[in-house]
C-alpha cells in the first residue's frame, strides 16, 4: 500500500476538473498511503490547486495545453478541446514521468476523465490498470454505445435503453459528425463506446437511483464494472456572499424566485437574453440572474433600473447556496452537468434550455424521467413560453407535480449519500482497486 501511486489525468476544462479533484481528494483521505498526481495544464492547476483542504499525498503536475505559441485562439469553445487531445499519449507520458521523477515512485495506477481517451494507451504501454472516470450527467454516456444506430436514425432516437425518447436536434451534434465535419474532439467522443469497456472501473459521477434501471443494467453488461460515486460536495464552512443576494434571497417569500444562469461556457444569443428580460420584467416575480458582464449591454435599456425592487443581475452568485435556498422557486437553466447535480441536491424544479454537448439529452431526462421540470417550449427563449413556464411551474396547480417531484428526487439524493447506499460500497470498490493493483 506505501508504494501506491495514482496519476490522474484531467480534461483541464471547464467544469470537469472540480468533480474528478473532489474524488480525488475523497480517495486521498480515505488511502493516506497512496499517492495522487494530478496532471492537468497549467492554466487548470493554477485555478484548482490554491484551493483548500488538499491533503498532503495529491500533488498537482502541468502538461502541455497543445496551443501552439503565439496562436490566436478563436471565440470558439472546443478549438482548445481539439489542441489538448491532439498532444496525443506523449505529452501524458510527460506527466507521468515528472510525477515519478518527483515522487521517486513508479505509477502503479491511472484514473483519467473518461474525455481523455489517450490515457488508455499509455496505460497500456506501461501495463497499468485504467479507471474511467465520467464528470458529465450519467445517463449521456450510454449515447455513445449506439453511435452508429444514433448516425442512422432519421429523425427519433427511440431505442437507448432506459432513455426517453428523444430527438435527433437533442443528440450532442459531435456525435452526428462525419467525414470532412470531425474533429479530435468528435472522434474522441465516438470512439468512448469501445473504449470504456477497457476500462477497470468506469466511475459516474452521480446518483445511481436516479438513473432508470435498464440503462444502468445496459451499461453494466458493457463495461468491466460500473460504480456509481455521489458527487463529492465538501462542507463550507463559511459561505462568501461578497454581492448580498443571499441576504437579499432571505427577503424572499418560500419558493418564490426564479433563478437564471448558462453555466461558464454558453453564450445565449442576443435576442433570447432580450426575451428573458422582458419575461422576467412582465412576470412581477422576484429573479436573481447570473449573467457574464460582457452580455450585460444586451440587457433592454434602463431592464436593471426598473426591476431593481425585485430581481437582482449579478456577474456570478454562490449558486450551491442560492439553490438551496428556501426562497428559490425555479431554476432556468442550460443543463450542464453541476448545475442539475446542484439542483436535483437541493429539489428546485427547473425550465431547461439545452445549448450544446448532452445539455439536450438532460434536459429530456429532467422532464421526462423524473419530471422535476420542462424544456422551454421551442428549445428557444421567448417572452410569451417563459411567462408560460413561470405560471406553470411557480404559480399553477399542473406545475404541483413538477415541484413534489423535485422534492421525491431531492430525498433519493440524500438517501443516496448514506453510509449504507450503494454509493459508499461503490467507493470502498473503488478505493480497494486503486490500493491492490
Ligand atoms: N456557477 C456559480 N455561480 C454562477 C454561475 C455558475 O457558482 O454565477 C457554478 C455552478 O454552481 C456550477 C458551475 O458554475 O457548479 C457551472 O457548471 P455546469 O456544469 O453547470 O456548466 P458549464 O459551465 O460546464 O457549462
Not at 492547476?45 to 503536475?61: D, E, R
Not at 465520467?134 to 435503453?161: E, G, H, M, N, Q
Not at 451499461?219 to 458527487?231: A, D, E, G, H, N
Request: aromatic share 8%; charged share 15%.
Amino acid at each position: 500500500m506505501g508504494s501506491k501511486h495514482v496519476a490522474i489525468f484531467t480534461f483541464p476544462f471547464g467544469t470537469h476538473v472540480a468533480p474528478l479533484l473532489n474524488l480525488v481528494l475523497k480517495l486521498a483521505n480515505a488511502a493516506p498511503n497512496c499517492l495522487f498526481s494530478f496532471i492537468g495544464t497549467e492554466k487548470c492547476n493554477a485555478i484548482h490547486f490554491p484551493m483548500p483542504h488538499i491533503p498532503s499525498n495529491v500533488k498537482p503536475y502541468s502538461i502541455s495545453d497543445g496551443i501552439p505559441e503565439g496562436h490566436p485562439l478563436a471565440d470558439h469553445p472546443i478549438e482548445k478541446l481539439n489542441f489538448f487531445l491532439q498532444t496525443g499519449p506523449d505529452n501524458l507520458h510527460t506527466g507521468i514521468r515528472m510525477a515519478e521523477e518527483d515522487t521517486k515512485k513508479k505509477v502503479t495506477c491511472i484514473i483519467a476523465d473518461a474525455f481523455v481517451t489517450s490515457s488508455l494507451t499509455v496505460a497500456q504501454t506501461l501495463n497499468l490498470p485504467w479507471i474511467s472516470f465520467w464528470p458529465p450527467t450519467s445517463c449521456s454516456a450510454s449515447l455513445y454505445f449506439y453511435v452508429d444506430l444514433i448516425r442512422a436514425a432519421k429523425t427519433r432516437v427511440d431505442f437507448l435503453p432506459g432513455l426517453p425518447n428523444l430527438a435527433v436536434e437533442d443528440i450532442p451534434q459531435e456525435v452526428l459528425f462525419v467525414g470532412e465535419k470531425e474533429t479530435v474532439f468528435s472522434r474522441t467522443l465516438t470512439s468512448l463506446g469501445k473504449v470504456l469497456p477497457q476500462a477497470k472501473a468506469l466511475v459516474m459521477n452521480f446518483f445511481e437511483e436516479l438513473d432508470p434501471p435498464s440503462l444502468v443494467q445496459d451499461m453494466r453488461s458493457k463495461v468491466q464494472s460500473l460504480l456509481y460515486i455521489v458527487p463529492v460536495r465538501f462542507p463550507i464552512s463559511s459561505v462568501e456572499d461578497a454581492s448580498g443576494c443571499l441576504s437579499w434571497l432571505a427577503t424572499k417569500k418560500p419558493n418564490s424566485v426564479i433563478y437564471v444562469s448558462f453555466g461558464t461556457v454558453v453564450t445565449p444569443p442576443p435576442h433570447e437574453i432580450v426575451a428573458m428580460a422582458e419575461a422576467l420584467e412582465e412576470s412581477g416575480f422576484p429573479f436573481l440572474w447570473s449573467l457574464k458582464d460582457n452580455m450585460r449591454s444586451v440587457l433592454p435599456s434602463g431592464f436593471v433600473e426598473r426591476t431593481n425592487m425585485c430581481g437582482r443581475v449579478l456577474p456570478w452568485v454562490p449558486q450551491t447556496q442560492v439553490l438551496a435556498h428556501h426562497s428559490l422557486g425555479v431554476f432556468v437553466t442550460h443543463c450542464g452537468s453541476n448545475s442539475v447535480t446542484e439542483a436535483v441536491c437541493s429539489g428546485v424544479p427547473m425550465i431547461c434550455r439545452p445549448f450544446f454537448g448532452d445539455q439536450g439529452v438532460v434536459a429530456r431526462v429532467i422532464q421526462d424521467v423524473w419530471n422535476m421540470g420542462m424544456i422551454i417550449q421551442g428549445r428557444c427563449f421567448t417572452k410569451n413560453a417563459l411567462l408560460k413556464s413561470f405560471n406553470m411551474i411557480l404559480v399553477q396547480e399542473e406545475g404541483s407535480t413538477i415541484r413534489d417531484n423535485a422534492l421525491k428526487v431531492k430525498n433519493i439524493v440524500q438517501d443516496a449519500a448514506r453510509p449504507q447506499a450503494p454509493s459508499a460500497r461503490h467507493f470502498n470498490t473503488l478505493v480497494e482497486l486503486i490500493s491492490t493493483s
